[in-house]
């Protein structure tokens, strides 16, 4: 698997160009439920369902400065990938295990503007606001789902072409750093997402916006060998609060976090870094998914 390729130069001290393949979203859970059959009289099997995949991102990126403290950058995207999702079902009292497999081959494409404006870099403190806008086709392409039993297919249908409508956003951020290595920033996103229902009841795409703040501390040293600066450690603190993009049972997710990390450079070859996330996403009482459970990342 690749996560990120990329290529930039800067042809002029204007001027900046970059070429690249990274990962755009991904489709990563698995879950399993109870269910019954009907015939004359009540049998329970099982029925787990399991989503992969994702979407893939090339872009190619353009950045001009049009003056000391200003810049101005766009960024064109084609967007392409791959989603599935296999349902199997289970009871091996009636011999049951069929699995559905799904998928979904989608393409598109998307436009990403920035501002950017910043202070001097000799104060002691460096103010930086940058600003962001997004506009993108929908996602279009088709889709095929098989039904296997005993690692052969016996059934195949091509359910057409099938469309994901893509948001429209723009966010704010705001950064100041001084010269002892301490940054604190602030970002507000809004995404506008146009209404359109999902493969469950009473699910459907909305609006969402994001709130993220956070502060960190990096200590610099010079090298004896090569007298230049280096980052010796780091440590950083953050918060975010968002609402998903989706309604759940007629319902929003909220999503609120706290992540700690940081990391020690021991020399030029050897760094440790290390982080934990502690948050909640969704409401027990809405029949979402509560989560207070710390990750580490």
């Known amino acids: 698997m690749i996560r990120n390729i990329s290529l930039a130069f800067r042809p002029h001290l204007r001027t900046g160009f970059a070429l690249g393949l990274k990962p755009y979203s991904s489709v990563n859970y698995k879950y399993a439920l109870p269910d019954a059959v009907y015939n004359n009289e009540l049998n329970g099997y099982t029925r787990s369902v399991e989503g992969t995949g994702g979407i893939n991102q090339v872009y190619a990126s353009f950045g001009y400065a049009l003056s000391r403290h200003l810049s101005v950058g766009v960024t064109a995207s084609y967007l392409f990938g791959t989603t599935q999702k296999n ?63 005993a690692d052969s297919v016996f059934f195949k249908n091509s359910n057409g072409s099938v469309s994901f409508d893509m948001p429209a956003g723009t966010s704010l951020a705001y950064t100041a750093s001084n010269k002892q290595g301490l940054s604190l920033s602030a970002q507000a996103a809004y995404y506008h997402w146009p209404r359109q229902q999902l493969n469950y009841s009473n699910t459907y795409t909305s609006p969402s916006a994001r709130l993220s703040v956070g502060w960190e501390y990096a200590k610099t040293a010079r090298s004896p060998m090569s007298n230049a600066y280096y980052e010796k450690f780091y440590l950083g603190m953050g918060a975010v609060a968002q609402n998903s993009y989706y309604h759940l049972s007629g319902n929003k997710i909220w999503d609120c976090s706290v992540t700690l990390g940081g990391g020690y450079n021991f020399s030029g070859s050897f760094q440790l870094h290390s982080g934990i996330e502690f948050g909640h996403k969704g409401q027990q009482s809405l029949g979402q998914i509560g989560s207070g459970i710390p990750s580490l990342l």
């Open 87 to 149: 349902t199997n079902y289970f009871d091996p009292d009636v011999s049951l295990d069929i699995s559905r497999e799904s998928y979904q081959f989608y393409s598109g494409s998307t436009v990403l503007t920035g501002l950017q404006y910043y202070t001097d870099a000799k104060r002691n403190w460096q103010h930086t606001i940058g600003w962001t806008g997004t506009i993108g086709t929908d996602l279009k392409g088709y889709a095929k789902t098989e039904y296997l039993s």
